[in-house]
């Protein structure tokens, strides 16, 4: 018996046949692409979470919370985290 192969785009059509579905991609999606940013910033600017928490003036668990929920956070909240790495916000549409 021969199977057939199916491709990554495939499976995610069937999966995403759903508004609610697509919706909770997307979001999942944000997140990521967030997450993956602050990171960045982060390494970038040679600091770990203490030394930015302390930069933020809150407290290291607070630093997680964010990175693990980015977009929960508020535009100043994240322009804070920003300016702690010695970046900025940037939102663009």
Same mark, same amino acid.
Request: glycine share 4%.
């Given at each position: ?16 046949? @759903? #508004?609610? $579905?697509?919706?909770?991609? /997307?979001?999942?999606?944000?997140? !990521?692409?967030?997450?993956? %940013? ?19 003036g809150v @407290? #290291?668990? $607070?630093?997680?919370?964010? /990175?693990?929920?980015?977009?929960? !956070?508020s535009i100043?909240? %994240? ?9 900025h916000l940037?939102?663009?549409?």
């Amino acid at each position: 018996m021969k199977v057939k192969g199916v491709t990554f785009d495939e499976v995610r059509a069937k999966a995403l046949n @759903t #508004p609610e $579905a697509q919706a909770a991609y /997307e979001e999942a999606k944000r997140e !990521a692409m967030l997450f993956d %940013l602050l990171q960045e910033m982060k390494n970038q600017a040679g600091i770990n979470s203490k030394q930015l928490a302390e930069r933020m003036g809150v @407290t #290291p668990p $607070a630093v997680t919370r964010l /990175e693990k929920n980015p977009t929960k !956070a508020s535009i100043a909240t %994240l322009d804070r985290y920003a300016a702690a790495c010695g970046s900025h916000l940037k939102i663009s549409f």
